[in-house]
């Protein structure tokens, strides 16, 4: 299948959810000790872009060959669900070989360029199939702390380690300003719950990631105007990129989250006019996440 055609199903599919008044992204993913949607043959769990593309149902997956290999069967009338994968394609050219006189004795292959092209294949969960016994537990554990607890801790945790300047205040605005590397968000006794001031926190704090010391993502490193592909490809980064973490720390995503008509509207406008941004913004979102979470890059 032609890349250009993966990113249009991959869209068309988040489109559908939309226009049925269901933001993808903003479904609940499995706590850190759930991983959710997990491979069947190592336990891994899917990226985030694919944990939306298989409905978020909990569980071990596998492909056709797969269920065939360990002896069982796809149960008649189901269907598989799609989802994606990047694979390095590399372009080599012809070297010549030469001999301490400079005479060419042979050639060689050398790498002149390397690119990463998106691939799809098809999953069939557990459940689909008969003759497929699960190998990895997938069951959420209790925390000892509270939601918030969790939040602030990781909260906490990042502003201190990237010496981020964070200043909660009461104000009107949220941002993050790339210069000053500085994130303000309002109190949180300005918020109708906790889960939205954590939620307007994530997403301010997933912007910053994007500072040239940390993940040094382009939209945010260069000036954009309002409602241009970078400047809407961030803003879809920072959406994801608050729901997982939210989700992560166990913050209620249904309370979190605006959810109104024109909110969909938005979306549903920019993703039929760039059928790249999802799949874009969801895997620097996850890259987000993961920094503010553990420090990695």
Not at 15 to 31: F, T
Not at 244 to 273: E, P, T
């Amino acid at each position: 299948m032609k890349t250009n055609n993966i990113y249009q199903i991959v869209t068309d599919k988040m489109i559908a959810q939309l226009e049925a008044g269901i933001i993808p992204w903003q479904k609940p993913w499995q706590n850190a000790e759930c991983a959710g949607c997990i491979s069947h043959a190592n336990g891994k769990p899917y990226s985030i872009l694919n944990q939306m593309l298989l409905g978020f149902r909990a569980g071990e997956w596998l492909t056709y060959k797969q269920v065939v290999a360990e002896g069982g069967k796809v149960r008649k009338g189901e269907k598989a669900s799609f989802v994606v994968f990047w694979s390095f394609v590399e372009k080599t050219e012809l070297e010549a070989v030469c001999d301490e006189n400079g005479d060419q004795i042979g050639e060689r292959k050398v790498l002149v360029d390397s690119y990463p092209v998106l691939k799809s294949y098809n999953l069939f969960h557990i459940d689909q199939c008969e003759g497929i016994t699960p190998k990895f537990a997938n069951e959420p554990v209790k925390n000892e702390h509270t939601a918030n607890e969790v939040a602030e801790a990781v909260i906490a945790e990042y502003v201190k380690r990237d010496a981020l300047t964070l200043n909660v205040c009461e104000s009107n605005q949220a941002f993050y300003n790339p210069a000053k590397d500085f994130v303000q968000v309002p109190q949180m006794s300005q918020y109708k719950n906790d889960a939205e001031y954590y939620s307007t926190m994530f997403h301010e704090l997933t912007h910053s990631t994007g500072h040239k010391s940390r993940l040094n993502r382009s939209e945010i490193n260069t000036i954009n105007f309002f409602g241009d592909d970078d400047y809407s490809r961030e803003e879809l980064t920072a959406e994801m990129g608050a729901a997982f973490l939210c989700s992560q720390v166990g913050i209620d995503c249904a309370k979190a989250f605006k959810n109104s008509a024109a909110y969909i509207k938005g979306w549903l406008n920019h993703l039929r006019g760039d059928n790249k941004a999802i799949v874009i913004a969801a895997g620097k979102a996850e890259r987000a996440a993961k920094y503010i979470l553990t420090g990695e890059k």
